[in-house]
């Protein structure tokens, strides 16, 4: 029980604290268009997964991204983990448009100001269904060579 609240908590701060919130698809386009105009290829980012989990799961993570292609997650090759949870930026993209064809309840995105990615992405499918919330933070994006 003790988790259950520590997890509202937390959710709830982070979507207090968000900046540049916003549901609309052509707010996603122009970030998405954002993002792909600073043509980075190469990079790495923490990935920190909120939902009602495992611990192990919800701990950050490093991903890698070569080539536009998710490599690995923590230095673990992606082909061992097989989640679909870990993707790319232009992934998490998709992700944002494919999920609100499920017309969820609530829905929450933070997009990172200068860069245009996603920094905070949360869903909340059916507020009848208890536990199916999920939010993905993003940060520490670094571009490499």
């Not at 954002?34 to 939902?51: G, S």
């Not at 998710?70 to 870990?86: I, K, M, R, W, Y």
């Not at 100001?113 to 499918?125: Q, V």
């Not at 009848?128 to 670094?142: F, P």
């Amino acid at each position: 029980m003790r988790y259950f609240f520590l997890l509202f908590f937390i959710i709830g701060m982070q979507l207090s604290c968000e900046k540049e919130l916003d549901t609309t698809e052509d707010t996603l386009s122009s970030q998405e268009k954002k993002w792909r105009d600073q043509k980075i290829e190469n990079y790495e980012f923490t990935l920190q997964i909120t939902c009602f989990c495992i611990q192990e799961y919800t701990l950050p993570k490093r991903l890698l991204v070569k080539k536009n292609e998710l490599v690995t997650v923590d230095g673990v090759s992606v082909d061992e983990l097989n989640d679909p949870a870990f993707k790319t930026i232009e992934g998490y993209f998709n992700f944002i448009r494919e999920t609100r064809k499920k017309n969820p309840d609530k829905e929450s995105i933070a997009y990172d100001s200068r860069l245009g990615y996603p920094t905070s992405i949360f869903f909340d499918l059916s507020f009848q269904i208890a536990d199916e919330e999920i939010n993905y933070s993003i940060s520490d994006l670094k571009a490499l060579n």
